[in-house]
Every structure is written in structure tokens, then in C-alpha cells.
């Protein structure tokens, strides 16, 4: 998998800059991951550290994650290759000139939600959603017709999927030839997948293991039951549809911090 392997952040943005944001880089930290969560993930010290780095580490400006300013990046440079433009950062994009390409954003990336909130071609959805302003849609079953996105953006939420493989087959069927699936999940590439949940022939979810839920973990919410805990044979799943580079972040964290790029 290693000619996978992309250093993104010698392409576009500055190191000591905030790609989302682009105000100088003004750091605060904070443990993002509980200690249930580290049991039920089997994470040593260093994967924990890692995990922390991810979305515990964030903008002081913005509030962007470790993870959402990697995302940023790998999104800048698909609008830049698609527009021949030369954006460093996302609060420069000029969203609503970009009239011609349409977006997917398939539950809330974080704070790019602000600015991808200006795109005259988004189509923005929550799983469940109760707001009549916003569209629920479920990745296993999508509403909108073929070939009809430049870009599908998830991020974090395949792992909450009960059939990860049933979303991918469904976000390729909807984008154009050429399109672009930028995501990323929890992933340890050093581990075979592993999975933790799945609906029986009843329809009802039945755990596997010891539940296991993101986000606030005491909440312990429906919507972030993990169903997969992704390792490297999850690549391969992904080159049975796409092509496939792996956007990876040098630095304390390595492939953890790391954004999959799809491309039909």
C-alpha cells in the first residue's frame, strides 16, 4: 500500500498557517479520547496519543481539528486541480463563484460546514434529520439520482454504517465519471478490520462485542455505534470501486491523521 501514500502538505497551504482558516497557527490541545473508548479500541499509549493528536489538537481561531485542517488540504487541492486555481486556504475559496460544481456533504464536516455553506451546488443532509431545512439521507440508500456530484465529503461517519460496502457502491453510482470521495474514518492501518456490530435478519442491531459509541461516549447515542473498527484490508475494499490515494499527515500522528482520496 506504501505507493498509496501522498504527503499533501508539500502541494498547497503553509505548514505554519491554518489551511481552513489561515490565520498563524495557534494550537490548544485537549484528551479526545476517554478511557472506555481506549478499552473497547484496544489502544496502546502511542495509538491513544495519536487518536488525541487527531481531534483533540485544534485551531485556536477556528476550531479545526488536526483532522479537519488534513481534510481542508485535500479538499483544496481537488478544487484546484478541477478550477486551475490556486487556493491556499479554505476561508479564501470564492465558494459562490464556483456555480458549477455540486457538492454532497453528507452530515456535517466540522467547521468547513461554514464556508461549504456558501457553495451555490451543495446538497447538505443529516442521517435523521428533523430540521424541514435540512435533508436526511441514509449512505446505504441515497435519494439522488446517478452521476449527478463533482465531490461526496463524509467524514467519520462510515464507521457508524451497518454496510460500509453497500455506501461506497452507492456514493460511486451518484457521482460524475471523474468525481471525487473525500472522507475519513477512525482507521489503524497496522489491524485487520474488525466489526463490532450488524443488523440480523430481524433488522434489529446486534452487537458483537462490548458496544462501542464516538463522540460523548457517556451519551452512549444510537447514531455513533460504531459498527466497524477499520484496518488495512479496508484499502482494498475501496480499490474494488475507486482509485485510491491516502492523503497522509507527517508527523505525530502518521497514518491516523490520514484523508482517503476516491476517484471514479
Given at each position: 500500500m506504501k505507493?498509496?501514500?501522498?504527503?499533501?502538505?508539500?502541494?498547497?497551504?503553509?505548514?505554519h498557517r491554518c489551511p481552513v482558516c489561515g490565520r498563524v497557527k495557534e494550537l490548544i490541545s485537549r484528551a479526545a479520547i476517554c478511557d472506555d473508548l481506549a478499552e473497547d479500541w484496544r489502544l496502546s499509549p502511542e495509538l491513544r496519543r495519536a487518536f488525541d493528536y487527531r481531534e483533540g489538537r485544534s485551531c485556536r481561531?477556528?476550531?479545526a481539528t488536526t483532522r479537519i485542517m488534513n481534510f481542508a488540504l485535500t479538499l483544496l487541492e481537488v478544487i484546484n486541480l478541477k478550477f486551475s486555481s490556486?487556493?491556499?486556504?479554505?476561508?479564501?475559496?470564492?465558494?459562490?463563484?464556483?456555480?458549477?460544481?455540486?457538492?454532497?456533504?453528507?452530515?456535517n464536516c466540522g467547521v468547513l460546514h461554514n464556508y461549504l455553506g456558501n457553495l451555490p451546488g451543495l446538497s447538505y443532509s443529516e442521517y435523521d434529520s428533523t430540521d424541514p431545512e435540512i435533508s436526511s439521507e441514509d449512505l446505504m440508500s441515497l435519494s439522488y439520482v446517478d452521476n449527478c456530484f463533482d465531490v461526496v465529503l463524509t467524514s467519520d461517519v462510515l464507521e457508524h454504517v451497518p454496510d460500509y460496502r453497500q455506501a461506497?457502491?452507492?456514493?460511486?453510482?451518484v457521482l460524475k465519471p471523474d468525481?471525487?470521495?473525500?472522507?475519513?474514518?477512525p482507521?489503524?492501518?497496522?489491524?485487520?478490520?474488525?466489526?463490532?456490530?450488524?443488523?440480523?435478519c430481524q433488522g434489529?442491531?446486534?452487537?458483537?462485542?462490548?458496544?462501542?459509541?464516538?463522540?460523548?461516549?457517556?451519551?452512549?447515542?444510537a447514531d455513533y455505534l460504531v459498527f466497524y473498527e477499520f484496518g488495512y484490508d479496508f484499502v482494498q475494499d475501496l480499490?474494488?470501486?475507486?482509485?485510491?490515494?491516502?492523503?497522509?499527515?507527517?508527523?505525530?500522528?502518521?497514518?491516523?491523521?490520514?484523508?482517503?482520496?476516491?476517484?471514479?
Open positions: 505507493e498509496l501514500y501522498r504527503d499533501f502538505q508539500t502541494i498547497y497551504g503553509f505548514d481561531h477556528c476550531g490556486r487556493y491556499q486556504f479554505v476561508g479564501d475559496v470564492e465558494w459562490r463563484s464556483l456555480t458549477n460544481l455540486r457538492l454532497a456533504e453528507i452530515n461506497l457502491n452507492e456514493i460511486y453510482r468525481g471525487f470521495f473525500i472522507f475519513t474514518v482507521w489503524i492501518s497496522g489491524r485487520t478490520t474488525v466489526v463490532k456490530a450488524k443488523i440480523n434489529m442491531v446486534e452487537l458483537l462485542s462490548r458496544a462501542s459509541f464516538h463522540g460523548d461516549y457517556n451519551l452512549q447515542l480499490q474494488n470501486i475507486f482509485e485510491v490515494e491516502i492523503y497522509c499527515h507527517h508527523g505525530f500522528g502518521g497514518l491516523v491523521s490520514s484523508v482517503f482520496t476516491c476517484r471514479c
